[in-house]
């Protein structure tokens, strides 16, 4: 069978490899070879390689373990213990422990006990089916408290989801404190997994394998998907069109229609599956700026909300001693920051990375690179599982796996390479 997958993504190239290794021909379209891997794809800077927005695997993500294992790269996978913090009222708190937790003093001590409950509790949840009808934000005030909401948790929704923080659905606040509970041995530190030198590497080669198989990689944007005369789908990029038995696309369903003629119905329903935008500066520091590997930013005002010292976890003899940092932010993709030049938004971010860290002036910066993602995390709200397209659509051979179909989980890269794989069994269904 021919195949077209759209997007060279983690899901893209996992339906792409599953494909091939049934022996289908398989084409992959991608925008640019720049984009192979997607949002978890990588980048040089300062000649090092690491990721394009930071990434970490979690010790329950089967999918993902096992695949890098299948493909030969287990050599490269790392495991560390990471301390976080949350910068909080002006300063910077160890938040790795249920001890640090006890130990924010931020909140008042039944503030404290009630948050650690509420995530225990949490844990103990099976049937997610009843947080599906009550809001992040009720659910953390009636087990947490308005004070930890307001301290604690406001901040975190506000800093993912900003005005569309109310409407987060309870399953994925839930879905968290259960992900991160797995990673966690007893009551220590989350271990987290990174593939040295990059996931792209991972990506680079299930590409690889795919191209071993006979498949091929058309870097071009798809303007256009279509009904094909003989049945089939057609694809066009680059200005020339090609048929297909079966296509699959990959990206955000809105992308979709702008692109495939669907039914209105479903046009509808697929665009109000909204996306949070990310802006994220890879930044290259002379020296160390901290101990800690992630620290939330909670603190109103502030530019970006998280920021990562990736190579305080994950060092690499190509960093040279320098820090490679991440500083990131989600937006809408209509907010002015988002089409802002590069210099302003590195201006902005890395002046106020001087208020973190009063030691830090920018002449401690050897590089930056500033990159934005339209699509980068989807908004998940009151009864999603109703919302969520099935991988077939409305153009008979044409099918969907894109990042809002992940559920109860979020996304990352591990659901990812599930929702591709399964895309590719619901494609070779029926033939
Ligand atoms: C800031 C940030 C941090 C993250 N951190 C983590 C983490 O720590 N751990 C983790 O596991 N996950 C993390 N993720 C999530 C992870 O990156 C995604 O879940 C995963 O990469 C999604 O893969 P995908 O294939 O579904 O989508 P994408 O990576 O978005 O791939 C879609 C591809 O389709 C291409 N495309 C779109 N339209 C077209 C078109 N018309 N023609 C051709 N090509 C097209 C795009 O260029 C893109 O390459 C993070 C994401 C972000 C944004």
Redesign the pocket.
Known sequence: MRVAV???????LAAGYALAKRGHGVTV???SEE?L?????SQTLAGAVVDK?????FTS?AE?ISLIDEVGLSDKLVWKNAKNGIYSGGRAHPFTTPADLMRFTELSLPGRLRTGLTVLRAKSVRDYSRLENVSARDWLIRNAGRESYAKLWRPLLDSKFGDDADGVGGVWIWNKFKLRGSTRRGLGAESLGYLRGGFGALYGRLADIILARGGRFLF????SVGAANGGGVSVT?GGERAEYEKVLF??SPS?LCR?ARLSPEYAERARALKYKA?V?VTLVTKRRLSDYYWLTVAQPGAPFVVFIEHSNLFPDPSFGGRGYIFL?RYLDPGDALFRAADGEIADAFLNYLGVIFPDFTPGDADAYRVLR?E???PVVGLRHSARILPFETTLNGLYI???SQIYPED??????LI??RAAADAVCSGI
């Open positions: 759209i997007g060279a993504g983690a899901g893209g379209y991608e925008k984009s891997g997607g949002l978890a794809g927005f930071y990434h970490h695997i993500d993902i071009s944007e798809v303007t990029a990959t990206a992308e692109i990310n994220c990131s993602a699509y980068a995390q796996a894109s990042m996304r990352g890269q591990n659901y990812a929702s591709g």
